[in-house]
């Protein structure tokens, strides 16, 4: 899909209308090639993402909040921030039939530009003032592009006209004619895109499917006067900007295309609010907790290998334990070898006697080089070993069982962090229990994160633990002894603690808080979950265990379906 010259005139209608005035807020590196701008303008706020993404270049507005996605910021981001940000954006422009994008902005520091170049494969984002290069996302050296240098402290120097297009609007139909003759066997499209500025391969794919009933149609299968009518039908409201933003789905509800104008050679075209609203149906917007997606990504690696290693120490001391029935069958052994020492062979391999009278026969195995008095002694030395063992491994065994739901809670904490604080919580756990592998990674200075706070309509608060140090914090610090408390059933995740003040709790009250523990837990994606919930009081920390692992009585089960609910930090 092109992000055309079209697509870029419809944005700089819609941006001007909505953001012209506005004043910059905020600059957030989303990711190494996108920066994103908070704008408010008309007691409304505005998140404007630019990217330079070279398969993917855009610019639009995002419905959601914009997230910084990188874990410091770019030398880019740094400059807007002295640049851009608290300035006011005076104007929006774009060069006659560029794929450029030109923000003018006006802050203490005086008047500069960000300027987006929508250019497959040469994508860019520069900052400009007084026609120099501040910085960039792309910089390209004379040993890259001897024409076009975009280096900080060198001259902005526009995209080179295309000199070898005619422009939109001034096409006749003679040209076409020619076009069409020059290689008959060539899909006519792609003549048409290629000789006319602003043209996509999107539109020019509509313009022959309008002519001629096929949008892949070859040049010699069309007709110059039919083709002609076409392009003038479809061209006349793009040049007087009367947009028609829209994008085309396939079955399955997937948006395969975006436009400003109705394409009719492809299924499924609706008309869309703004062209701000077809793009970000088509590419996405990084928004909410995806935003931070790379970000997790070392830290749920690190979570992986200490599961594994920590799963693999457990499985070892289960292996170490010794049963009941092999421990006392150790014990028989020697006892039963000490009292018949003196009618047992030197060289036996095996012996057999009874233990109890109405039990059946304990089998021996002897070591032959032994004596039964010695083959005694090995057996009660096996017994004492292995009853130490049944003392000491049990206590480890099952402190590697903690270890292992904690790292677990650790997952979920990740799964669901929505912001660096809490990401960074989740790598310091890590690095706190030894389970950090490798240096650590540079990131944003953050400080902790909170809980989160539900007011209900009928005066009660709900508070969620959205991670295990939050957890420990909603239930020991926030609950009171008689306040309700909820989790889901046998799975990590949320603490919610409902303030009672002393009083009954109502059923939609529960609800609602059994729904929140079920959405910020690992059960988050289920049609269903169990929740637990009891008095605080009836809730305690695990001995020796980490911060959030508690045991609990008392409690009742509710079946809720997962649910995120409007809330107040």
Request: with cysteine; net charge negative.
């Amino acid at each position: 899909m092109y992000f055309d010259v079209f697509t870029i005139s419809a944005l700089v209608d819609e941006l001007r209308e909505r953001l012209v005035g506005g004043r910059a807020q905020d600059v957030l590196d989303v990711t190494e090639a996108a920066i994103g701008l908070e704008i408010y303008n008309d007691h409304q706020r505005y998140y404007l993402l630019l990217d330079a993404d070279p398969n993917r270049p855009r610019a639009h507005l995002v419905d959601g909040k914009l997230r910084r996605g990188l874990p410091k910021p770019t030398q880019l981001g740094l400059l807007m921030r002295r640049y851009v940000e608290s300035g006011f954006l005076v104007d929006i422009t774009q060069p006659v039939g560029e794929r450029v994008l030109i923000l003018h902005f006006d802050s203490p520091l005086g008047l500069s530009q960000v300027i987006v170049e929508a250019i497959e494969r040469r994508a860019n984002i520069l900052l400009v003032q007084e026609g120099l290069i501040l910085d960039c996302v792309r910089r390209v050296g004379a040993q890259d592009n001897r024409v076009r240098v975009s280096l900080p402290g060198r001259d902005y120097v526009e995209p080179p006209p295309q000199v070898d297009k005619v422009p939109a609007g001034m096409v006749e139909v003679g040209e076409i004619a020619a076009w069409l003759d020059e290689i008959p066997g060539d899909p006519a499209w792609r003549i048409l895109s290629r000789h006319i500025q602003g043209v996509s391969p999107l539109l020019a794919r509509e313009m022959i499917f309008q002519a001629v009933g096929r949008a892949n149609a070859s040049a010699a299968d069309c007709g110059a006067r039919a083709v002609f009518s076409a392009y003038a039908e479809l061209i006349k409201p793009l040049l007087k900007r009367a947009w028609r933003p829209g994008m085309t789905r396939d079955e399955s509800g997937r948006v395969t295309s975006f436009s400003t104008f109705e394409v009719t050679y492809l299924p499924g075209w609706e008309a869309s609010p703004s062209i701000s609203a077809a793009l970000e149906a088509y590419y996405g917007a990084p928004v909410g907790e995806d935003a931070y997606q790379k970000a997790k990504e070392p830290v749920l690696a690190q979570i992986r290998e200490a599961l594994a290693r920590v799963g693999h120490k457990a499985e070892s001391l289960r292996e170490g334990l010794r049963s009941e029935a092999e421990l006392t069958h150790i014990r028989q052994a020697g006892e039963l070898l000490l009292a018949y020492q003196y009618t047992i062979p030197r060289g036996a391999t095996e012996f057999e006697a009874q233990y109890d009278l109405d039990g059946p026969p304990v089998r021996i195995k002897l070591d032959p080089a032994l004596s039964a008095l010695d083959n005694a002694k090995e057996y009660f030395e096996k017994y004492d070993k292995a009853k130490r063992a049944l003392e000491g491994v049990p206590a480890l065994l099952q402190a590697a069982e903690n270890e292992l739901a904690f790292l677990k809670q650790l997952e979920t904490d990740l799964a669901l962090a929505a912001n660096w604080p809490e990401i960074d919580e989740v790598r310091d756990a890590l690095e706190r229990d030894g389970h950090w592998r490798g240096p650590r990674q540079t990131r944003p200075q953050t400080g902790k994160s909170a809980p989160l706070k539900v007011s209900t309509p009928d005066g009660y608060v709900i508070w969620v633990g959205r991670n295990s140090r939050q957890n420990d914090q909603v239930t020991f610090d926030k609950g009171a002894p008689d306040d309700v408390w909820c989790h889901v059933r046998g799975m990590p995740g949320a603490h919610v603690i409902i303030k009672t003040g002393g009083r009954g709790v109502p059923e939609d009250v529960l609800s609602r808080a059994a729904a929140l523990a079920a959405y910020y837990s690992a059960a988050r994606g289920e049609g269903r979950a169990e929740v637990d919930y009891t008095l605080r009081k009836y809730v305690r920390k695990i001995k020796g265990g980490k911060p959030g692992q508690v045991t609990y009585r008392n409690e009742t089960v509710i079946e809720v379906r997962p649910a995120d609910v409007a809330a107040e930090e």
